[in-house]
């Protein structure tokens, strides 16, 4: 059945609408989402819930907490955005009641996390989705199709103008200028920057061989967070980054060409590639399997994808706690709508979100 909340004051009306990159959602449109498709009532249990991580996921905390706050009064959500792996950190220090990250634990970190959780097992919830766009910012070039080896080719600073003949290959039409091109990575640890790199890597077949939180340092320069990184771009003719969708609505994004062809970074694109998604986690542990996701080459689909996760306890948690994290995910689960596709984020529904719901009902 249905979740009891309070649709008083809806999220929409809390936030400036704004025009990004996705948009036709189908179930944002038709209204289907997971709001449809509840199982528990809300406990309403008040007092303040405490996140922190993944930047990625930032818009999307502010829009989810003011749902929570309008389901459960006297419940607010606290999430500080400061980067994937501080968030990994101060949960496993029991700093936070759940950590924001776009990737999942270590064994050892795991391992810490359970001690954490009393002695139970943390679970990886990937409740936000956000397509990473490769943004860009080149006076006179509007549309610009790049291969994904052209991508890692540039990341890698072996392509290092916009008139290289790999990257006019791939426009023929378009005049590129002799530019050098100016690489953007995040500074600090990410996620993003793991999963960007895990998606060269699998995508490639080689050509990228690096992975991990810290983007390597062979070629441009580094700014914090996602929205440095977007701004620097915003403000550098020739520059080119790679960023969570909700943060290039003012940037050129290009069309990738994962195999089958230039693919557009919309929602219908990567929903496309989210319905192939494998989990590797036991149970409800919900980790993604990258190969799954990254490796895609289906034409029309979009697998560049953070799915950022809400680690959280399986158990081990006060009572109140227990009640304020699970309240707080099915009010998450019941806003999978058109205000997160303004946001540059992907509505969940059909299975994938099935499983998300099954979790959460299972959180002791």
């Known amino acids: 059945m249905k979740h009891t909340i309070s649709r008083g004051g809806t999220v929409a009306a809390a936030l400036v609408a704004g025009s990004l990159i996705l948009t036709g959602c189908s179930n944002s449109d038709s209204g289907s989402g997971s709001s449809s498709d509840s199982t528990a009532d809300l406990s309403g249990t008040t007092g303040q819930l405490t996140g922190e991580g993944a930047t990625s996921q930032q818009t999307a905390m502010e829009l989810f907490g003011a749902a929570y706050s309008s389901a459960v009064p006297g419940a607010t959500l606290a999430y500080n955005g400061t980067g994937s792996g501080s968030g990994q950190k101060q949960f496993i220090a029991g700093q936070v009641d759940f950590g924001g990250s776009d990737s999942a634990l270590d064994p050892g970190q795991a391992k810490d996390a359970a001690a954490r959780c009393d002695g139970n097992p943390a679970w990886h919830l990937p409740a936000v989705v956000g397509p990473v766009a490769v943004a860009f910012h080149l006076d006179g070039v509007d549309n610009l199709n790049l291969s994904v080896d052209t991508v890692a080719k540039i990341f890698k600073g072996e392509i290092t103008t916009w008139n290289d003949p790999a990257i006019a290959a791939e426009n023929e ?73 909700g943060y290039a609505k003012d940037l050129g994004t290009a069309k990738l060409d994962f195999g089958a062809g230039p693919v557009a970074l919309n929602a219908d694109s990567v929903n496309k590639a989210l319905a192939n998604v494998r989990f590797s986690g036991e149970g409800n542990d919900l980790v ?32 109140d706690t227990a009640a304020r994290v699970k309240d707080f995910l099915h009010v998450l689960l019941d806003n999978q709508d058109g205000s997160l596709g303004d946001k540059g984020y992907v509505p969940l529904s059909g299975a994938f979100e099935e499983k998300l719901t099954t979790a959460v009902d299972a959180i002791a």
């Open 173 to 245: 039409g378009t005049q590129l200028p002799d530019k050098e091109i100016n690489v953007l990575y995040r500074s600090e640890e990410s996620g993003t920057s793991d999963n960007f790199q895990k998606f060269l890597k699998t995508a490639t077949g080689g050509e990228w061989d690096t992975e991990g939180k810290t983007f390597p340092t062979k070629v441009g320069s580094g700014a914090q967070g996602s929205s440095g990184v977007a701004q620097q771009v915003k403000s550098t003719d020739g520059a080119i980054t790679y960023v969570e969708a």
């Open 288 to 319: 993604v399997d990258p190969d799954s996701l990254f490796g895609q080459k289906e034409a029309g689909a979009y697998p560049l994808a953070l799915t950022t996760y809400e680690i959280v306890c399986s158990a081990g948690y006060d009572a």
